[in-house]
């Protein structure tokens, strides 16, 4: 049998896993809240639905990669109902620690299986397939998972057998915190080296090789000196709702994050100035301006 799949959500991350769904032979349809923003995918095979209860009606696997928990609740409160029961609803948005067991018991009252499926991976891997799948999930559905996982990712780490527990959400925010602080890092070096007229270059050429030397602050700072920061790899209004989401996790648990409220502070900051589009290294732009 085929694999259907539906996938809720086709921006940066959605459109490009469902590119390699549909060159893995799966049956796809998408939807977007934007119609325009999903139309692109019916050249490449997809049945790009007006409604998201079409995109999920009859699918095996339901995949959601929207904004934030508030819009994946919203659009299955909406959508669930339509899907048949027994499919298994692999939920891949960044959402917070506490959002987790909320969309669990949704997906229950719907008689579907949650998986708890954050990625590790920017748009470059996204569209290359080569993703990490942090996974969450009953071992009697993991096996349906197999080709949508095989499509998407080249890894998939399962971390519990229960999607309500947050497992692979609670590791989703810890990598994002070392993936925001180092970009964040990226740009104040270049607004410092560059306020102290130093060539960027020469402090990564010193560091080159070094253990201080980092393949993705280079990258970052190649986009900020290059002026390339469209299109985004992974924008920075969606860091700067992850590194909101990073803190109050720890705030929760008696952990005070300074540098990443600091961080967040930043992401607010640029996106207020225009910059929310733009890839998350524009935090860059948080040097200048007000103080």
Not at 104 to 129: I, M, S
Not at 242 to 253: F, N, Q, S, T
Request: proline share 4%.
């Amino acid at each position: 049998m085929t694999t259907t799949v539906a996938v809720l959500g086709t921006g940066i991350m959605g459109a490009a896993m469902a590119r390699n769904l549909l060159r893995a032979g799966l049956e796809v349809r998408v939807w977007n809240r934007t119609p325009e923003r999903a139309q692109p995918l019916e050249g490449d095979g997809a049945t790009v639905c007006v409604l998201a209860a079409d995109a999920v009606a009859g699918a095996n696997v339901v995949l959601t990669m929207l904004f934030d928990a508030t819009a994946v609740r919203e659009v299955m409160e909406q959508a669930g109902p339509a899907m048949r029961r027994g499919a298994v609803w692999m939920q891949s948005t960044t959402v917070g620690v506490d959002d987790v067991p909320t969309l669990a018991a949704l997906a229950n009252r719907l008689g579907v299986t949650y998986v708890d499926a954050p990625v590790l991976g920017t748009r470059a891997p996204a569209e290359a397939g080569q993703l990490t799948v942090l996974a969450a999930g009953p071992l009697d559905v993991r096996d349906a998972l197999v080709p949508t996982l095989d499509a998407v990712a080249s890894r998939t780490v399962w971390t519990a057998e229960d999607g309500a527990s947050a497992a692979s959400t609670r590791l989703k925010l810890v990598a994002n915190s070392w993936v925001i602080a180092v970009s964040n890092a990226a740009g104040e070096m270049v607004a410092l080296a560059q306020a102290l007229d130093v060539d960027p270059h020469q402090f990564l050429g010193v560091i080159e090789g070094g253990p201080l030397d980092s393949g993705y602050l280079r990258a970052k700072a190649a986009l900020i000196m290059g002026d390339a920061l469209t299109p985004p790899s992974f924008s920075a209004a969606a860091a700067g709702k992850d590194a909101e989401l990073i803190v109050a996790a720890a705030a929760a648990r008696g952990v005070r994050l300074d540098g990443a409220q600091a961080s967040a502070d930043r992401f607010a900051r640029v996106v207020r100035d225009g910059h929310a589009g733009e890839d998350m290294a524009a935090a860059y732009y948080a040097s200048f301006g007000d103080k």
